[in-house]
């Protein structure tokens, strides 16, 4: 751990958690409910985006931007409307999760999309020279986003080992060497995204889930996005579906404040994995489905919370979907929020009355 963020370990209540608590939040307990990030897009910024993208003089760049904002106050709005304590606009302003950010640091190239799978093409990037931090990437998507959300903002950014291992690279010697390089371009960022008033970053690692084998980079990279960094900033590691048992305890040594995994869609088949009492980080537990259209109801969603309540105590466990919800149909994805926040408020309120004894339901030692 890198000095400044030193003393976080063991059972101490993590730096950070409770300045989410809404000063109206009805009970006792709180089970802090977020996103991980992406959300459907209005049908109609995709058409406003398509005919910009096809004629400038159609749309002109002054209408994008105005579109664009427009559907970044309308997400935002939905998320706090689903009653989440910590929001975000849904990656409104972001196509692609690498592409985005390799068009803003410096070093990458695009050289044409390749096959991804079936018939799905994919705009790789090419790293053809040193990465370099020559824009903030996600300043103004923060500031936007903060100035019309009345609760707080988190940030999700794509990994630099996510960002790495899903680009060609023509400069560095392996991937380790450009996921290190692209860690300290993504701290410059978070520095200024941090000086902008933002405190909930959040680090998409989900190239980690296909080769976890090398979590001690991802581990080397978190060393290097958290160097300097006040201790009030709440740093999440998501990773989505992979054998957590590869990553499960090393990550008890990352620089961390939250992992986010995505548990739901595998019926909670691998929480035991999570079941030694010794959870170091906050648990982020995925406790509805982002690839299912189906709506769960709030009692399954209540079970889901109790079952993260077996690993970790309330103090420790975060609310959210398993991932981010953009393949969902729009209301889909807003009905899963607000029965997710509605389950959550209701474990709250078992916990505050002694309903549930979260000492009786943890199983590790
Ligand atoms: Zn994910």
Same mark, same amino acid.
């Given at each position: 751990m890198s000095a400044d963020r030193?003393?976080?370990?063991?059972?101490?209540?993590?730096?950070?958690?409770?300045?989410?608590?809404?000063?109206?939040?009805?009970?006792?307990h709180f089970l802090l409910t977020t996103v991980v990030g992406s959300y459907p897009k209005p049908a109609w910024l995709t058409d406003v985006r398509e005919r910009h993208e096809a004629d400038g003089d159609a749309v002109t760049d002054d209408e994008w931007t105005e579109a664009i904002d427009d559907a970044s106050r309308l997400i935002t709005g939905e998320h706090e409307r689903a009653g989440l304590d910590v929001v975000c606009?849904?990656?409104?302003?972001?196509?692609e999760m690498v592409e985005f950010f390799a068009r803003r640091i410096g070093g990458y190239e695009f050289k044409g999309p390749v096959k991804v799978w079936g018939h799905n093409y994919f705009d790789k990037p090419s790293v053809v020279s040193e990465v370099t931090y020559?824009?903030?990437?996600l300043r103004e998507e923060y500031e936007f986003t903060a100035g019309v959300a009345e609760r707080p903002v988190k940030v999700p950014i794509t990994g630099p080992y996510t960002l790495a291992t899903w680009s060609f690279d023509e400069?560095?010697?392996d991937d380790a060497g450009l996921a290190y390089a692209l860690a300290d371009l993504i701290n410059e960022e978070i520095s200024g995204l941090v000086a902008a008033g933002a405190r909930y970053i959040q680090i998409d690692e989900p190239a980690l889930a296909t080769t976890p084998e090398d979590h001690a980079v991802v581990g080397e990279c978190l060393e290097r996005i958290v160097?300097?960094? !006040?201790? #009030?900033v709440r740093l999440c590691l998501h990773v989505c579906y992979g054998d957590y048992g590869e990553i499960y305890p090393k990550i008890? /040594?990352? !620089?961390? #404040?939250e992992f986010d995994v995505e548990l739901a869609n595998g019926d909670y088949d691998q929480l035991d994995v999570f079941?030694?009492? /010794?959870?170091?980080p906050d648990l982020g537990l995925?406790?509805?489905?982002?690839?299912?259209p189906t709506v769960e109801p709030v009692a399954e969603i209540e079970a889901n919370i109790r079952e993260g309540l077996t690993v970790v105590p309330p103090e420790k466990l975060t609310v959210s979907?398993?991932?981010?919800?953009?393949?969902?149909?729009r209301e889909v994805a807003y009905a899963k929020l607000e029965n997710m926040v509605r389950a959550a408020r209701n474990v709250e309120a078992d916990l505050d009355s002694g309903e549930i004894d979260p000492d009786a339901l943890r199983t590790g030692p």
């Amino acid at each position: 751990m890198s000095a400044d963020r030193d003393g976080r370990g063991g059972d101490e209540t993590r730096v950070g958690r409770e300045r989410f608590r809404p000063a109206d939040h009805p009970n006792d307990h709180f089970l802090l409910t977020t996103v991980v990030g992406s959300y459907p897009k209005p049908a109609w910024l995709t058409d406003v985006r398509e005919r910009h993208e096809a004629d400038g003089d159609a749309v002109t760049d002054d209408e994008w931007t105005e579109a664009i904002d427009d559907a970044s106050r309308l997400i935002t709005g939905e998320h706090e409307r689903a009653g989440l304590d910590v929001v975000c606009d849904g990656e409104m302003r972001r196509e692609e999760m690498v592409e985005f950010f390799a068009r803003r640091i410096g070093g990458y190239e695009f050289k044409g999309p390749v096959k991804v799978w079936g018939h799905n093409y994919f705009d790789k990037p090419s790293v053809v020279s040193e990465v370099t931090y020559d824009e903030p990437w996600l300043r103004e998507e923060y500031e936007f986003t903060a100035g019309v959300a009345e609760r707080p903002v988190k940030v999700p950014i794509t990994g630099p080992y996510t960002l790495a291992t899903w680009s060609f690279d023509e400069v560095y010697d392996d991937d380790a060497g450009l996921a290190y390089a692209l860690a300290d371009l993504i701290n410059e960022e978070i520095s200024g995204l941090v000086a902008a008033g933002a405190r909930y970053i959040q680090i998409d690692e989900p190239a980690l889930a296909t080769t976890p084998e090398d979590h001690a980079v991802v581990g080397e990279c978190l060393e290097r996005i958290v160097a300097g960094l !006040p201790d #009030d900033v709440r740093l999440c590691l998501h990773v989505c579906y992979g054998d957590y048992g590869e990553i499960y305890p090393k990550i008890n /040594d990352y !620089p961390i #404040d939250e992992f986010d995994v995505e548990l739901a869609n595998g019926d909670y088949d691998q929480l035991d994995v999570f079941a030694d009492g /010794d959870v170091d980080p906050d648990l982020g537990l995925g406790v509805v489905d982002a690839h299912t259209p189906t709506v769960e109801p709030v009692a399954e969603i209540e079970a889901n919370i109790r079952e993260g309540l077996t690993v970790v105590p309330p103090e420790k466990l975060t609310v959210s979907p398993d991932c981010g919800l953009k393949i969902l149909p729009r209301e889909v994805a807003y009905a899963k929020l607000e029965n997710m926040v509605r389950a959550a408020r209701n474990v709250e309120a078992d916990l505050d009355s002694g309903e549930i004894d979260p000492d009786a339901l943890r199983t590790g030692p």
